[in-house]
């Protein structure tokens, strides 16, 4: 029976460290400042902000939302961005996706600053990262990261990533193989997922499909990371069978409690990383 690999707890673990960084900070008489533009009334991005605004005020973080209807235009968007960028006492911008379609995701997401990047989501921090640089990281890759180093070396273990987008799947293979990880991805054209999988010592699963890996998909004694965020019948579960795989898995995540909360700490993370370089 596989571990499960507790999130919140070694999130919380994590955060302790950023705790002490933040107070470091502040005797230096240097407050972290996020800023969050929300736009329209999604209620996942809404529920996601707050988790974000509870961690930021946990660990001391002095963080801001900007909310805004979605009949707001991606001028306005962009000159608010502009006048963020140059407020010297701000260390961090999020525009939490996805936006409203009148709204151009690359343009906003070109205009923040690389260096107040706190998403990782800029093509500069992006090519860092491919070039494996010191950089402001994507917050979910980053935190699957931890949670793997939390279990086992990396180094010449076989990663097979399912989901090849720009904010999970394609960067997290990255981090793997800037680790010396042996990187395998797939997609939804891949054929036959399931010999793939099967090759995993570590399998990491960011698709968006309820039930899509079954423990038949599965190596015996595999680290398995379940992304996946949905909701069926009013509950939330991720992309792989919990129940099934967790008998042939070493070690599992659950949704939600796995990834979720490691992606907001590596928020904080980067927030304060910025704070510690003026
Ligand atoms: P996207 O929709 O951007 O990407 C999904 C990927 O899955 C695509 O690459 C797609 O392939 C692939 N895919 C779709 N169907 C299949 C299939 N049948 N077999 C194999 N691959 C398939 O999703 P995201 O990466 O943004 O998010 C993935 C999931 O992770 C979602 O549930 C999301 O809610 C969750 N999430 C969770 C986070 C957290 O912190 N816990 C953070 C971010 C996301 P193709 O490219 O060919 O279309």
Same mark, same amino acid.
């Given at each position: 029976m596989a571990v499960v690999i507790d999130g919140k707890q070694i999130a919380a673990s994590y955060r302790e460290t950023l705790k002490k960084r933040v107070s470091a900070l502040r005797a230096r008489g240097i407050v972290p400042k996020l800023k969050v533009i929300l736009i329209g009334d999604d209620p996942a991005s809404h529920s996601y902000v707050r988790g974000k605004e509870r961690a930021a005020a946990d660990i001391g973080i002095d963080s801001q939302v900007i909310r805004f209807d979605d009949t707001i235009s991606e001028r306005e968007v962009l000159e608010l961005i502009d006048s963020m960028n140059a407020d010297?006492?701000?260390?961090g911008i999020l525009v939490q996706l996805p936006?409203? #379609?009148?709204? =151009?995701e690359n343009r906003v997401i070109m205009r923040i600053s690389p260096d107040k990047d706190v998403d990782g989501f800029h093509p500069t921090n992006v090519g860092k990262m491919m070039l494996g640089l010191e950089t402001l990281l994507p917050c979910t890759p980053h935190g699957i990261l931890h949670l793997v180093k939390t279990q086992t070396d990396l180094v010449g273990k076989h990663v097979v990533v399912v989901g090849r987008s720009q904010i999970v799947g394609k960067p997290v293979g990255m981090l793997f193989l800037n680790e010396s990880a042996t990187v395998t991805y797939c997609h939804s #054209?891949?054929? =036959?997922l399931g010999a793939m999988t099967r090759q995993a010592d570590i399998l990491i699963v960011a698709v968006g499909r309820a039930g899509l890996v079954t423990k038949e998909m599965v190596k015996p004694g595999a680290i398995v990371i379940d992304v996946g965020v949905n909701r069926v019948d009013g509950r939330l579960v991720g992309d792989v069978d919990f129940e099934g795989v967790r008998d042939v898995a070493s070690a599992i995540t659950p949704v939600p409690g796995g990834v979720g909360p490691m992606t907001i700490t590596m928020l904080m993370h980067n927030t304060v990383e910025v704070a510690s370089r003026g």
């Open positions: 010297d006492a701000l260390h936006l409203p #379609k009148h709204i =151009d #054209k891949t054929v =036959d």
